[in-house]
């Protein structure tokens, strides 16, 4: 009975860490228009098996071999100990390529027009095309001025006056004055000092 226990115990934990570890999505430097997952493909159990980037371990010939046409093996993966190359990202039909998968690096691909890849905080590699938003129209239906246009990972601006300029990505007026420095502050009290000296002075005459 013990046994069985320890046994369940035992499938238990190792369930919860495998899924764990599919749930595990990060980025890697030479995948910049995806996320990975330790689900994506299997993983060596031996690091002396990792052969480097650009290369994978066949367990039939028992040596490295270079990654098949389409397919890619980058350092970090490599380092995670990924057992085979991934088949190279293919772009949708919102998508261009910008760079070309290689043996060590995958591919890069772009929004096309009228869309662009939001930045994701947390996992910057894994956003996907939104549409642009259009200026007059839906969000911004009372701001018809375009100030910034729609492209790479930057949807577009509207302001409500072509009077505006941006800061910080934030429509303001032209004309908006600048807040009083402090030394226009500090005049103002030395001015005072002096008019109180004076009056201090006048009344121990007349008294």
Known sequence: MKQL??????????TLFIR?????????????????TYKTTAMLLDSTQSCG?????????????????DTFM????????????LPCLKSSWIEIQAEFCTETRD??????NAYFRPRDVNLPCASSCSRCEICGAGTYLY????????????????????DMKLVNRVCMLRNTPAPL???????????????????????????
Not at 74 to 85: D, G, P, Q, V
Not at 107 to 112: D, E, G, Q, W
């Open 5 to 14: 226990i320890g046994i369940l115990l035992a499938s238990s934990v190792f």
């Open 20 to 36: 764990a570890q599919e749930n595990d999505r990060f980025c890697d430097p030479d995948v910049p228009s995806r996320s990975l």
């Open 53 to 69: 980037a650009g290369q994978y371990f066949n367990q039939t010939q028992v040596k490295c071999l270079p990654c098949p046409s």
């Open 74 to 85: 980058t350092k970090l993966m490599s380092e995670k100990r990924f057992a085979s190359c």
């Open 107 to 112: 591919t890069t691909v772009m929004c096309t």
């Open 143 to 162: 701001q018809n001025y375009e100030f910034q246009k729609c492209q790479g990972y930057d949807d577009t601006i509207c302001c409500n006056s072509p």
């Open 181 to 207: 420095k402090s030394e226009d502050n500090g005049s103002e009290r030395e001015y005072f000092k002096r008019y109180v000296v004076i009056i201090t002075l006048i009344l121990a005459l007349i008294l």
